[in-house]
């Protein structure tokens, strides 16, 4: 069965900083993965999604992520936050079989710092 | 479209009664997701439906659970009874077709659930 780590609870990143956030997953075969965005008392927006070809993804809110197969790795990145990206990320893969059934970290919740 | 549309949005209630979640997925879309989010366990997937029909239930926590959908356009979650330690914030997604690639789960704003 697959999982996820999202190795980092709370992160605190000052506006107009870099930030990576980490994901790491458990799969026997090549997932599908996902990061996911939830602002306070919203649901979930999905930033990106990786199914296979290039490793280096881009979706939306100036948001990216690497997929590194050799280290079981999906992290987020973005070049300079904002603070409107104060938000709960989640993490998540589905197996090849379909996404019908994902399976999320525990989020990791970011506190952008004036 | 709307996007998925969850009612209500906010419920408080006291242990023992009965609770009933409501949700309309996107049209067009031929699944549907039923979550629960908590501070302990996180977002776990509860149920999800294809074409109307479930297809897995594993994650329904107890038999006091229970969701159907008696058409496209609508779902429910009950609880009952209900007890202080289903408070969390339920979710509906809803997928188009897992044919497609490309796809994937869209979320609605979930219902906060108080047990008193």
């Known amino acids: 069965a697959q999982s996820v780590t999202q190795p980092d609870i709370h992160i605190t990143v000052s506006e107009g900083a870099s930030l990576e956030l980490r994901c790491n997953y458990s799969y026997g075969a090549t997932p599908y993965l996902f990061w996911y965005v939830q602002s306070p008392g919203q649901g979930l927006q999905l930033l990106l999604k990786?199914?296979?070809?290039?490793?280096l993804v881009q979706g939306i809110k100036g948001f990216e992520a690497e997929f590194k197969r050799s280290q079981s790795s999906f992290n987020l990145r973005k070049p300079s936050v904002h603070w409107s990206d104060a938000a709960e990320y989640f993490c998540?893969?589905?197996?090849?079989?379909?996404?019908?059934?994902?399976?999320f970290g525990t989020g990791t919740r970011l506190l952008v710092s004036p | 479209d709307a996007g998925v549309i969850q009612s209500p949005r906010h419920e408080v209630t006291e242990m023992g009664q009965e609770v009933t979640l409501r949700c309309k997925p996107i049209?067009?879309?031929?699944?549907l997701f039923w979550y629960r989010q908590t501070m302990m366990r996180g977002l776990e997937l509860l149920i999800y439906f294809n074409n109307n029909v479930p297809i897995d239930d594993s994650g329904m926590p107890e038999d006091r659970f229970s969701a159907k959908m008696p058409n496209a356009s609508f779902s429910t979650l009950k609880i009952q009874p209900s007890e202080p330690r289903d408070s969390a914030v339920y979710f509906c997604?809803?997928?188009?077709?897992?044919?497609?690639?490309?796809?994937?789960?869209?979320f609605g704003p979930g219902t906060r659930l108080t047990v008193l």
């Open positions: 990786y199914f296979s070809g290039d490793t």
């Open positions: 997604a809803s997928l188009q077709d897992v044919a497609t690639l490309t796809d994937t789960q869209y």
């Open positions: 049209s067009g879309h031929d699944y």
């Open positions: 998540a893969v589905g197996a090849n079989t379909g996404f019908q059934k994902l399976v």
